[in-house]
């Protein structure tokens, strides 16, 4: 069909070339009503045409359909785990102003308390306070010193060098050995 087109216009062109442009309007206008008597009379070929680009124009509006679908799954989930996010953040928000709160009230009922106290009472309370933050600092670090020492030996050691240390004490004055 192709061919014939082109055959058709390259004689117009010899046509309007050689000065009658009345011959190749008239070459033109029969080709195109041969082409179209030709369509016209194969109405199922137009029929099969036009169902096949209806067929087509319905799988791409499904297609973009499907697509929407999973553009807008992917942002409700999107937003959904933004808003977990979100509450979960107020909640630390929350629990952290609870804690501090917790803590300041805690702190004005020790000033009080100690305020309250006789001046002997004060030295001693004050020196209860001083002995009890030493004692935690003497457990954090034999805490880390454990989990640096323990973690370096052998596993298979010899029960008879393992002792028995009930406090923290107990583990400082056993010195290298180690507690079972």
Excluded: H
Aim: proline share 2%.
């Amino acid at each position: 069909m192709s061919f014939k087109l082109v055959s058709c216009l390259s004689t117009a062109v010899i046509y309007c070339i050689s000065v009658n442009p009345v011959a190749a309007i008239d070459v033109i206008s029969e080709y195109g009503s041969r082409s179209t008597q030709t369509i016209a009379t194969n109405p199922l070929k137009i029929i099969e045409r036009e169902q096949r680009r209806l067929e087509r124009e319905q799988r791409k509006r499904e297609r973009e359909e499907r697509m929407e679908l999973r553009r807008t799954e992917r942002e409700q989930r999107r937003l959904q785990n933004q808003q977990e996010l979100e509450q979960r953040q107020k909640e630390l928000e929350a629990a952290r102003q609870a804690a501090t709160e917790q803590q300041r009230l805690e702190a004005e009922r020790r000033r009080q308390y100690f305020e309250s106290l006789s001046p002997e009472a004060q030295k001693a309370y004050l020196a209860e306070q001083q002995a009890q933050r030493a004692q935690a600092n003497k457990a954090a670090a034999l805490f880390l010193l454990m989990l640096f020492a323990g973690g370096s030996g052998s596993s298979q050691q010899n029960d008879s060098q393992k002792i028995e240390c009930n406090t923290w004490d107990d583990y400082a004055n056993a010195g290298s050995r180690r507690c079972r």
